[in-house]
């Protein structure tokens, strides 16, 4: 699966940014969509998470309520809407997909991967 991973910038705190990420390839082998972050000098982290060919969908603890995931069915397409956005949302948003959505919260368990796109959060 190839993924192309679109949407970021430069927001204002409490401002709002909605990522996408185009799936192409061998699609039909998704069972889960991922999204994780990346912010200078730490480790990869999970954001969110949606199960592939049905609603459910999982959330960090520190994005929930803020953050919705979900996924165009026409189109292959998965999105990452992103409100009351804050400095330390700060990262490298990236997506990826996996054979499992039971592992939809770890980063080892998937693999394909976008190439990422930086969110910037600051007045």
């Known amino acids: 699966v190839q993924l192309q991973a679109s949407g970021g910038g430069l927001v204002q705190p409490g401002g709002s940014l909605r990522l996408s990420c185009a799936a192409s390839?061998?699609?039909?082998?998704?069972?889960?969509v991922g999204w994780f972050r990346q912010a200078p000098g730490r480790e990869r982290e999970f954001v969110a998470a949606?199960?592939?060919?049905?609603?459910?969908?999982v959330y960090a603890g520190s994005v929930s309520g803020r953050f919705t995931v979900s996924r165009d069915n026409a189109g292959n397409t998965m999105y990452l809407e992103m409100s009351n956005l804050k400095p330390e949302d700060t990262a490298v948003y990236y997506c990826?997909?996996?054979?499992?959505?039971?592992?939809?919260?770890?980063?080892?368990?998937?693999?394909?991967w976008g190439q990422g796109t930086l969110v910037t959060v600051s007045s």
């Open positions: 990826a997909t996996g054979t499992s959505w039971r592992w939809a919260r770890f980063k080892s368990k998937y693999d394909d």
């Open positions: 390839g061998r699609t039909s082998s998704i069972d889960v």
């Open positions: 949606r199960a592939w060919s049905s609603d459910l969908t």
